[in-house]
């Protein structure tokens, strides 16, 4: 199985990722690795991406997730997946690839944007990804203001996991 934790930036998609997968000892990566340096350089600059810089990126999130899906192994991907788009992409087998939705007020995003450091995504840029968004349909939507921990074990629970469960 593999498990995209989706929404803008700030929703806490890595940190909920990484808590996920050392829960379970999955593999964890986060779609931020997968950005070539333009892509990065723009944001880093405040200019948002558009559909076609994202579609490079998307590609490659999409071959990643195929191998995954081709090993049989489990694992954990934060990803913004802004949009339906994006996610149809992304979800090459419906029964393996599995969306959660970290769900947030604009308010407490920005002020974890705010209180950041040392990340490309600038806050400035929250508006732009409020206004990509596309909330999904077919996803597990979770509340941020959550703990990771207790995030995890919601997630856990839904999709019947065990921790420490290796494969599927």
Known sequence: MVIIIMGVSGSGKTTVGQQLAADLDWIFSDGDDFHIEE??????NGIPLTDEDRSGWLETLSQYIKKYIIS???????C???KQQYRR????????VKFVYLKGSEALIKKRLQSRSGHFMQAELLESQFSALEEPEQALFVDITHPPKQISATIQDFFCLSPRKTKQ
């Open 72 to 78: 049989e192994h489990n694992a954990v991907i934060a």
């Open 89 to 96: 992409q992304l979800q090459l087998d419906p029964k393996r």
């Open 39 to 44: 892509n990065i350089a723009k944001m880093r």
């Open 80 to 82: 913004s997946a802004l």
